[in-house]
């Protein structure tokens, strides 16, 4: 079996400047009241609580997870890099920004779920606030399949209060495939 690879920063404040990768993995980067730390996903065995004050995350560098998940939770999220979770080897990447109080994505916002090898599908892009979803030109969301086959994956928007989308989004798929989907429910994506 293959290792997966984890990175998982938990504080107030998080600022990314840099690169993040995790081939196969997962990348999450959290800050919110508490958290809960266990040894096994399904939270037996060992595991602590640990409360932070609420914060905010801003990725203004590269965060790269292909075939893996990429998550960004806080009170506040900035998404002004690039974001990137391909479908390798016919698993898809999943990119989820969620917060309680607004996901922002700036002019340089680059968000990539796509289906790059031939065939491929592509990913899934969750956004969800609780307050506000804000966006301006020159920011891209692409969840497109494969340009040789390979259906176009999913982007979810969900706020309360959003105006009108300014992000490029593009979920295309090639002739005989299906392309993708955009939802957007001020209240609740599933």
Same mark, same amino acid.
Do not use: W
């Given at each position: 079996?293959?290792?997966?690879?984890?990175?998982?920063?938990?504080?107030?404040?998080?600022?990314?400047?840099?690169?993040?990768?995790?081939?196969?993995?997962?990348?999450?980067?959290?800050?919110?009241?508490?958290?809960?730390?266990?040894?096994?996903?399904?939270?037996?065995?060992?595991?602590?609580?640990?409360?932070?004050?609420?914060?905010?995350?801003?990725?203004?560098?590269?965060?790269?997870?292909?075939?893996?998940?990429?998550?960004?939770?806080?009170?506040?999220?900035?998404?002004?890099?690039?974001?990137?979770?391909?479908?390798?080897?016919?698993?898809?990447?999943?990119?989820?920004?969620?917060?309680?109080?607004?996901?922002?994505?700036? $002019? #340089? @916002?680059? !968000?990539?779920?796509? %289906?790059?090898?031939? /065939?491929?599908? =592509? *990913?899934? &892009?969750? +956004?969800?606030?609780?307050?506000?979803?804000?966006?301006? $030109? #020159? @920011?891209? !969301?692409?969840?497109? %399949?494969?340009?040789? /086959?390979?259906? =176009? *994956?999913? &982007?979810? +928007?969900?706020?309360?209060?959003?105006?009108?989308?300014?992000?490029?989004?593009?979920?295309?798929?090639?002739?005989?495939?299906? /392309?993708?989907?955009?939802?957007?429910?001020?209240?609740?994506?599933?």
């Amino acid at each position: 079996t293959g290792v997966q690879t984890c990175a998982l920063p938990i504080s107030e404040k998080i600022f990314n400047h840099g690169l993040l990768t995790a081939p196969d993995g997962n990348v999450g980067l959290y800050a919110g009241k508490s958290v809960l730390l266990s040894e096994r996903p399904d939270g037996r065995g060992l595991s602590a609580q640990v409360t932070l004050p609420e914060g905010a995350v801003d990725n203004q560098g590269r965060i790269i997870a292909d075939a893996g998940t990429v998550a960004l939770h806080a009170r506040v999220v900035n998404q002004g890099g690039t974001i990137q979770a391909n479908t390798v080897r016919n698993v898809g990447g999943v990119i989820e920004l969620v917060a309680s109080e607004s996901v922002n994505l700036q $002019a #340089g @916002s680059t !968000i990539s779920a796509q %289906g790059v090898e031939p /065939g491929a599908r =592509g *990913g899934e &892009v969750r +956004l969800k606030s609780d307050g506000a979803f804000t966006d301006t $030109a #020159g @920011s891209s !969301i692409n969840v497109s %399949g494969s340009s040789t /086959g390979g259906d =176009g *994956g999913r &982007v979810a +928007l969900s706020a309360p209060q959003m105006g009108e989308i300014a992000s490029r989004i593009e979920a295309r798929a090639a002739a005989g495939s299906r /392309g993708g989907e955009l939802v957007v429910d001020p209240q609740d994506i599933v």
